[in-house]
């Protein structure tokens, strides 16, 4: 492993891209005079922005670490999550968008309230509030604090914890949304073209010999269908968890679907979700390989979430490396943003305006930033638990996959099924996720039994379906006046059809689609 010694230049570089990081959320957020400018970037969000958007709220400086570390300790099946996302944006943005769009909802849970009723608006919004703290902002804040730590080792991990969530709770609360996009876009550009930059200079130490990569995989390591028995992957898990847990991250997570709320149009929306499913791709070569590579370079590595600062810090050179760790750093930041602007946005959409008493929006502007310092708080005292798992998408899938299928479910039950009733909804939350959590605890924390997440994500799948379908059939169905306007049908697609006839063909999201399948395939089965 190298040193990891920043020089005066290094330093320099983090320390001015910090400053311009934070004078541009100052410059933003001054603008900011409502709740939608604050949350929902005005609803004035061109596709670019949309599409780096969703992608650094959900991969930023976090996913860099974490499937870099997995390509070295596991191999190239971890891409499975990524592929898999792009086929999941794809029908996001061809059956589930429209809906989330044409109703002007604030958030998802508030699309669940016209599906179904107040009660399951406030049981998801308040689940997701809770796994955006528990998951996505302690995740991000752990990230961080680990190349803190590389960087400056004799301080202790916590130190580094509250210095990552001062910052980017403070910038979350001067520029909003609006302000995390634009920088999201800007960190996207500077981590896709080091992640480039590291894969070629790591690559050329090899010859550009394309064979000294399944040459360095661990044994088993290159394929994308790893063994049923497989402890972190197998294939059977592809489809028992992991495309489940792409629905829930891009469908029906609204730390996530925020960003495609503030499009300034259907079109600009769907546009930014495919984007981002076309992104998804080059992340095996940028970081998975490279996370793959490096087996080549360094004969032990005591923590595969390093692998890629390491490589960052041996093959770059001064300066430009201060560049990318502070864009590093600065997406772990982002990430955290999101989720505290979007934490913030969920209990003032779904809990406060929802009241009797009417808030003025100065007031609700004032609300939603305290909430990002309290919830940044919260988050910052459960980050160093995730030191407990092997890994940071350890952490992260195994918590998902068994804590949020209910809402997978009810959610696309709803806009899937007329049949499905609020009594269904609302009791496969209340009976469904305490069960999750169960599992979660007794499964991945204490080890009370054995069982691979990913089939313990099948289970509560048929769990969440039992419920919700037996539930809904034992009570009243709602009237088809109900659910017409917030369930897809064959006329949905007939109708968009019809609209889509004076489009070119570049401009009609059904062609792209189509395009996306058919690269995503062809990049696939050869791995397989």
Not at 482 to 497: G, K, L, N, S
Request: charged share 15%; with cysteine; aromatic share 14%.
């Amino acid at each position: 492993m190298p040193d990891f010694d920043l020089a005066a230049l290094d330093i320099a570089v983090m320390a001015a891209y910090v400053v311009f990081v934070l004078a541009l959320g100052w410059y933003v957020g001054r603008r900011k005079q409502d709740s939608e400018g604050f949350f929902l970037a005005g609803r004035g969000m061109i596709w670019p922005l949309v599409g780096f958007g969703l992608i650094a709220s959900q991969f930023s400086g976090t996913q860099y670490l974490g499937l870099a570390g997995a390509g070295y300790d596991e191999g190239i099946a971890v891409w499975n999550y990524e592929w898999l996302a792009t086929l999941v944006l794809v029908g996001f943005a061809l059956f589930v968008l429209p809906f989330y769009i044409q109703s002007r909802v604030s958030t998802v849970p508030e699309f669940l309230e016209l599906r179904y009723d107040r009660r399951s608006r406030y049981a998801f919004s308040g689940f997701t509030v809770f796994t955006g703290m528990f998951i996505d902002s302690a995740g991000a804040m752990f990230a961080g604090a680990l190349v803190l730590q590389l960087l400056f080792p004799d301080q202790p991990l916590m130190l580094h914890i509250v210095t990552i969530a001062l910052i980017g709770g403070i910038y979350v609360i001067l520029g909003g949304l609006q302000a995390v996009m634009i920088t999201d876009t800007l960190q996207g550009v500077l981590l896709f073209g080091a992640g480039g930059a590291i894969f070629l200079s790591v690559f050329a130490e090899f010859g550009f010999d394309w064979s000294a990569l399944p040459a360095l995989a661990p044994e088993g390591g290159w394929t994308l269908a790893p063994p049923a028995d497989d402890e972190f992957l197998p294939w059977p898990g592809i489809f028992t968890g992991a495309v489940w847990l792409g629905f829930y991250v891009w469908i029906s997570n609204h730390i996530i679907v925020q960003k495609v709320l503030a499009a300034k149009s259907l079109d600009h929306g769907r546009w930014g979700a495919l984007f981002a499913g076309l992104m998804q791709l080059p992340l095996l070569v940028l970081l998975i390989f490279p996370g793959v590579l490096a087996r080549g370079v360094y004969d032990d590595v005591p923590d595969g979430d390093m692998v890629w600062p390491a490589l960052i810090f041996e093959f770059l050179p001064v300066g430009i490396r201060g560049l990318i760790v502070a864009a590093l750093l600065a997406a772990i930041m982002s990430t955290l943003d999101s989720v505290l602007n979007g934490a913030s946005s969920l209990v003032v959409n779904d809990f406060i305006k929802t009241r009797r008493r009417q808030f003025t929006e100065r007031q609700l502007l004032l609300i939603g930033r305290i909430l990002v310092g309290v919830f940044m708080v919260l988050a910052a005292a459960w980050a160093p638990v995730i030191t407990t798992f092997g890994g940071i998408v350890e952490y992260f899938q195994s918590f998902l996959g068994y804590v949020t299928m209910p809402l997978v479910i009810v959610l696309l039950g709803g806009l899937f099924w007329p049949r499905g009733t609020r009594q269904g909804a609302f009791w496969t939350f209340v009976i469904g996720c305490p069960i999750g959590i169960l599992g979660f605890l007794s499964g991945e924390v204490l080890e009370l039994f054995e069982l691979q997440f990913l089939y313990g994500t099948g289970l509560m799948v048929l769990l969440s379906i039992g419920l919700y379908i037996g539930l809904s059939l034992a009570t009243e169905a709602p009237s088809r006046e109900q659910v017409a306007e917030v369930t897809w049908t064959r006329e949905t697609w007939q109708r968009e059809t019809r609209e889509l006839q004076d489009k070119p063909w570049y401009a009609n999201y059904r062609y792209l689609s189509a395009g996306l399948v058919i690269i995503t395939l062809a990049a696939v089965l050869p791995l397989i």
